[in-house]
């Protein structure tokens, strides 16, 4: 059976059989609640959905593939999903719910957890889990892909905590990963993304903190301009306590959205100190003075509450993301933003963003990865609404917006923004000679091409060589 010809129903209802979890096919109770992922954009329609109950199970689903010329696809809170080419079996790790937290902070969380529920247990512990800017998004996708945090340039990429994976490879095989048993395959899925096998679970060490000094300051959008100039020159002398993010914002006038912001235009100084309090807040003065603030405020919280800083969206949407990493971030590149994005701009996207990168993200802190361009000394994200009428506008402003800023950019992004399944926006996550190693990797541990995250990576590859 070839690659193209995937198995009748009845053929899929065999696999259910041997399954601690269960099986669901299209038309079946409960199939498109599972298959559909947060990105309501994507198109994602696999000939059946595997609910995991057990790391066996994967390998059950796994071999099942690999035996009728399937390939699988992976999700659990449905972040990040891609289009693949070819319609893929699709094993779902939300039930795979372990969490245990030791009294000196190493983690081992299963691949259906969120980084909310991790930062909560380990919150009474003194421990902070290293989350992203949305805490209700997987433990697993988001440690695969790097992760940058609202600390990261205190603490660094949240994959430099990473001390072990179980991961099943494209071959059917359950594998322990760590930096002395398969160190390879460690070095792979830690920014690496999918491409080298379904994760069941993860350990991976947190860190001491139990609060910081954290908040969001929304000014007028009159003063887009001299707070995004002021944001540019403050965060290029900010010490490595310090992380920050500015964004536009455009808000639509609805339920949950602050009466300030709902249907204007805002920009958001995003703000964390790990430190001193007192020290923080003479650091954040420098920014207040920039404009006017409509909303907000900054002040000691605890670490649990770090999803407030950015507040990103928790409901599912159909959304569409590009970004770039820019090297600099002169004058001339905020007025080009400005004029991309300010008040004054037909502008359709929800969010345009910067985030101030360097400090202790451009250190390899757990030994070498597959995460790429550490050197990079901001990133630029842009978030639309992939719907009519309005989904044209959000890519075509969005390819406008990367070609604008390219002269400050070599073309990099980072591996867990600009989500897209094309093998040329791919290779633009990994330098050369990562992509090359990730390719052959995924040729050792998946000689039968199984994960279709995998194929990404092999077509990405090719690009180069």
Not at 88 to 93: A, L, Y
Not at 198 to 211: H, N, S, W
Not at 236 to 260: F, H, Y
Not at 366 to 377: L, T, V, Y
């Amino acid at each position: 059976m070839t690659s193209t010809t995937y198995p009748p129903s009845a053929l899929l209802e065999s696999l259910a059989a041997g399954l601690a979890g269960s099986l669901h096919l299209p038309g079946s109770p409960g199939y498109e609640a599972l298959a559909q992922p947060w990105n309501v954009a994507v198109a994602d329609r696999p000939v059946a959905v595997v609910v995991a109950h057990s790391a066996g199970d994967v390998v059950a689903g796994v071999q099942y593939a690999a035996e009728h010329g399937v390939q699988v696809s992976v999700q659990a809170t449905g972040h990040g999903a891609v289009e693949y080419a070819k319609p893929t079996v699709q094993i779902n790790t939300a039930a795979l719910r372990e969490l245990t937290i030791s009294a000196s902070g190493a983690a081992r969380a299963g691949a259906g957890l969120t980084w909310a529920e991790v930062i909560d247990a380990s919150a009474p512990l003194g421990f902070a889990a290293l989350a992203g800017s949305a805490p209700g998004v997987g433990v697993v996708g988001f440690l695969t892909g790097g992760g940058i945090g609202p600390v990261a340039r205190t603490y660094g990429v949240s994959a430099d905590y990473v001390t072990a994976f179980d991961v099943v490879t494209g071959d059917g095989v359950l594998r322990r990963a760590t930096a002395t048993e398969n160190p390879a395959l460690f070095w792979g899925l830690r920014g690496g993304k999918g491409a080298l096998g379904i994760v069941t679970a993860v350990e991976f060490d947190l860190v001491p903190l139990a609060q910081l000094l954290g908040g969001c300051l929304f000014f007028d959008g009159a003063d887009t301009a001299p707070v995004l100039h002021a944001w540019a020159e403050w965060t290029a002398t900010l010490p490595e306590q310090a992380t920050s993010s500015v964004a536009i914002v455009r808000l639509p006038p609805m339920p949950g959205v602050p009466a300030p912001l709902a249907g204007t235009v805002a920009v958001a100084v995003r703000f964390a100190w790990v430190g001193d309090p007192d020290e923080g807040r003479r650091v954040l003065a420098a920014i207040e003075s920039a404009g006017r603030v409509v909303f907000g405020g900054v002040g000691v919280m605890p670490y649990a509450a770090i999803g407030m800083i950015h507040s990103d969206p928790v409901d599912p949407m159909p959304s569409y993301d590009a970004g770039t990493l820019l090297h600099s971030l002169p004058a001339e590149a905020i007025d080009t933003i400005v004029a991309l994005a300010g008040p004054g701009a037909e502008c359709p996207q929800v969010i345009v963003e910067l985030r101030h990168l360097g400090g202790a993200i451009a250190r390899e802190q757990g030994g070498a990865s597959a995460f790429s361009h550490r050197d990079a000394a901001y990133s630029f994200l842009t978030i639309g609404i992939a719907a009519p009428p309005v989904a044209n506008a959000t890519r075509e402003h969005a390819a406008a917006a990367l070609d604008a800023l390219a002269r400050w950019s070599d073309g990099a992004c980072l591996p867990n923004f600009h989500t897209s399944g094309d093998p040329v926006q791919f290779a633009r996550k990994y330098d050369d000679a990562t992509l090359e190693r990730l390719a052959s990797l995924t040729e050792a541990y998946d000689p039968s091409g199984v994960i279709a995250f995998g194929a990404i990576v092999r077509a990405a590859a090719e690009l180069v060589s």
